[in-house]
């Protein structure tokens, strides 16, 4: 989920397990969210190295190493920030803002960059496009 994660609301209830690298909109690299539901922190594999085994992170409150600090602090600051400018519902809005800006300048373009995904279906994160009579058909993504 690390691309829409702290992008929108999510009902946590509907997932087993929420796995997210905070990279994308929550902190610097270094930083995994991992959300699993209690019922299925004794489901593993024999080989499931123990950095992955979540019965055991949980139990050492996620200390079984030493976490990468000062990602988790900067993670900190974000989301004293977060609920400061309204929650999620403020990224909720400004994602959707931001999305009708790149969108309506790719389609009104005339043809000069094309967004290949359907309208219903386009991101508001992850924005694929090609641009028109490139030397070879590249996709750009932001």
């Known amino acids: 989920m690390s691309s829409n994660f702290c ?8 997932y087993g397990l929420i796995f997210a690298g905070a990279q994308k909109n929550v902190g610097p690299a270094g930083v995994t969210i ?19 085994d979540y019965k055991i992170m949980a139990a050492s409150e996620s200390m079984h190493n030493t976490p990468p600090c000062f990602s988790i ?3 900190g600051l974000y989301f004293e920030y977060l609920k400061k400018v309204g929650g999620l ?9 931001k999305a009708n800006l790149l969108y309506d300048f790719i ?5 000069f ?12 994160m992850n ?16």
């Open 7 to 14: 992008s929108k609301p999510v009902d946590v209830s509907k």
């Open 34 to 52: 991992v959300i699993v539901r209690e019922d299925l922190l004794d489901k593993k594999l024999d080989l499931t190295p123990t950095m992955c």
């Open 73 to 75: 602090y900067i993670c």
């Open 89 to 97: 519902q403020y990224w909720v809005d400004h994602n959707q803002k």
């Open 107 to 111: 389609d009104g373009s005339n043809g």
């Open 113 to 124: 960059y094309n967004a290949p995904i359907e309208k219903a279906f386009r991101s508001k």
């Open 127 to 142: 924005v694929p496009f090609r641009i028109k009579n490139s030397l070879f058909d590249y996709y750009y993504f932001f």
